[in-house]
């Protein structure tokens, strides 16, 4: 069969490669993809902020099947158009995909279906942030509503910080984007912990958990960004806490979901804070994470066409999801300056001329310009590893890193570092 792909990251990067190792598959496409998804599929040009041009690439190419990598393209309604057309599509729709494009939306449905989460309120103004503000002791978490590619989420050790957030956030002056809505919410302490799960519309099925890491600086310092690294290993849920997730977070918005007449289909990756008063729900992501996902499929042992055919076919309870053991890791290397203002076009050098079995280099942001590979975005590279366990997962990631230099390359050292620490 023929599959594509939309989008042009890491993750994209990831699931062309989980596809060309597919039995069921002969051909990938990939609309628009980046310099290393050219490596080893076909690229075609798409915006994928416009819902129009990528209709029009799938109805020229006639996949038996599209995958849908990024948020922006599910909050635009793409399943819905290419399900209206009769065309094979693996996500939720632009309803069901409210879950993660808006923040308000996500706590209120928490709310209405006794998911548990951190203690909330949604304004709609700077003077209702500012009596709301009152009711929250500090620190507080400032949350941007809408999409913010994993930069609208401010931790503020003040009332003045919270007030400046929200002011940034409705003026469009924070993330270039005015919101209509703010979330302030109570800040939960413990440990983060991403879960994925196959939804199908009426069953929830787990695939594996991750750990991602926002900060941009070691020790978790410094500003949020999309992501800096992951890791994914046996240990880190129990067999009864992954039962409960599933059931208690995963299973609920599947039923919560369908009893509002929006069946949620695709991945529902769940952000989980492990509490002192147990498991609490950060946020909802309504596709695969990056960079969990590069982490996640290089483990994978399942074939992810089955995974994306069960999700459509609502038949995810029947399929027997399957995890190489030990441990996997994906390391970032950024350009310098990210999460802020960076220069693209920097030769990337040293990097692999094959794969091996237990490291692959994905692409996040690069392209090909005269013949050579360069960067072109925040995150440039997603180092990847997968061994029996974490600490040579990441000397693996690490020797391989350590090969590879461009201008400015930036990344964490300490990817991990909490799964090491004694406890």
Partial sequence: MKVLVIGGGGREHALVWSLLKSPQV?????????????????????????????????????????????????????????????????????????????KAFAKEFMQRHGIPTAAYAVCTSLDEVRNQLSHFTLPVVVKADGLAAGKGVVICETRLEAETAAAEMFSGALLGTTETEIVLEEFLTGEELSFFALCDGKHAAAIASAQDHKRVGEGDTGPNTGGMGAYSTDGLTTTAMRDWLTESVAQKVVDGMASEGTPFKGILFCGIMMTPRGPMVLEFNTRFGDPETQAI????????????????????????????????????????GYPGKYASGKLIQG???????????????????????????????????????????????????????????????????RALEPR
């Avoid at 995890?323 to 290397?333: L, Q, R, T, Y």
């Avoid at 990097?351 to 050579?372: D, M």
């Fill in 26 to 102: 002969d051909q990938v496409v990939c609309a628009p993809g980046n310099g290393g998804i050219a490596q080893i599929a076909r690229c075609i040009p798409v915006d994928v902020n416009n819902l129009d041009s990528m209709v029009q690439v799938v109805e020229a190419e006639r996949p038996a099947l599209t995958v849908i990598g990024p948020e922006v393209p599910l909050s635009l309604g793409i399943v819905d158009e290419l399900t209206r057309r009769n065309l094979r599509v693996f996500g939720p729709t632009q309803a069901a995909a409210r879950l993660e494009s808006s």
């Fill in 297 to 336: 499929l290089l483990r994978m042992e399942t074939d992810v066409v089955d995974l994306c055919n069960a999700s459509i076919d609502g038949t995810a309870d029947a399929l027997d999801i399957k995890m190489h053991p030990g441990a996997s890791v994906c390391v970032i290397a950024a350009s310098g």
């Fill in 351 to 417: 990097l692999p001329a094959q794969p091996s079995e237990n490291v692959v280099v994905f692409h996040s942001g690069t392209a090909i310009k005269g013949g050579q590979l360069v960067t072109a975005g925040g995150r440039v590279l997603a180092i990847t590893s997968m061994a029996p366990d974490l600490r040579d997962a990441l000397d693996l990631a690490y020797a391989q890193l350590a090969k590879i230099s461009f201008d400015g390359m930036q990344f964490r050292r300490d990817i991990g570092h």
